[in-house]
């Protein structure tokens, strides 16, 4: 039968991820046996939860993987990526279910140390890999993985949601920051206008003032106007100016004849 590399180089190295996921599964689960405290434990537990959901994840992607190459398989290559994804989700299941049976005994001894009901609730609860069928054990752990999917997916929704939130209130920023520009350069032009207006009030001050100059010379020269036409009236007889005493008129020009010789 053909090895994994000779069908895909792909589903040779999801394989071998997945292998590397096991031992180190494998490794996870013996150190917790041998640790006695119940933080460290859980912290543990946490570890090997992470690393099984990566292992999850990389069994469907070997299985989607194979799904596409079924057309140009032949059935015994197809047959035996079947019994390899099912050998892989009953060695995770095993861990699953060791991974539950570690949990319920850490809370079992939460639950002694602090004297609280419940007591061998873990027990009811758990069924332990020793006493469950295999058909059992993955059925737990797709359980499991279903409901690990769910909680992706939620978290998934709320991440999405976060981002239009942020998507809205950096537009609605945006917006606000362009009417905010708008308004400064609308303030800007009234600055401008009413500089402006200035000017031309001072302007028309002074255009005002010196119409008022013009009006008031023109006045006194209709003052005066009026006043030798008053004099002209009063006094008709006014003497001719040759007839002062003292006065002497111009001598006639004199016009030079010439003759030629």
Not at 203 to 217: N, P, S, W, Y
Not at 224 to 234: P, T
Request: net charge neutral; glycine share 4%; aromatic share 4%.
């Amino acid at each position: 039968m053909a090895s994994l590399s000779a069908i895909s180089e792909e589903l040779a190295e999801i394989d071998g991820q997945i292998a590397d996921i096991f031992r180190a599964l494998s490794n996870g689960f013996q150190k917790l046996e041998k640790m006695k405290d119940s933080n460290r434990q859980s912290r543990q537990l946490e570890e090997l939860t992470g690393k099984m959901r990566e292992c999850k994840r990389l069994i469907k992607e070997f299985d989607r993987e194979a799904k596409d190459m079924e057309y140009q398989n032949d059935p015994d290559t197809n047959k035996m990526l079947n019994d390899k994804k099912q050998s892989m989700v009953k060695e995770l299941n095993s861990y699953v279910a060791l991974k539950k049976q570690y949990a319920s005994n850490l809370e079992t001894k939460r639950v002694d140390l602090f004297d609280g009901p419940g007591e061998g609730l873990g027990e009811e609860n758990v069924l332990l890999a020793s006493s469950m069928t295999n058909q059992q054990l993955m059925d737990k752990g797709n359980h499991m993985m279903d409901e690990t999917d769910q909680a992706i997916e939620r978290s998934k929704k709320v991440v999405h949601d976060t981002v239009n939130v942020g998507t809205e209130t950096a537009a609605a920023l945006k917006a606000q920051t362009e009417q905010m520009s708008r308004i400064v350069n609308e303030l800007d032009s009234i600055h401008f206008s009413i500089k402006k207006a200035s000017q031309l009030v001072k302007e028309i001050g002074r255009q005002v003032a010196t119409d008022r100059c013009i009006m008031a010379f023109l006045f006194l020269i209709v003052i005066g106007v009026i006043a030798i036409i008053i004099v002209k009236l009063v006094n008709p007889h006014n003497k001719d100016i040759r007839d002062i005493p003292g006065f002497a008129p111009p001598a006639p020009s004199r016009k030079l004849l010439w003759s030629p010789n």
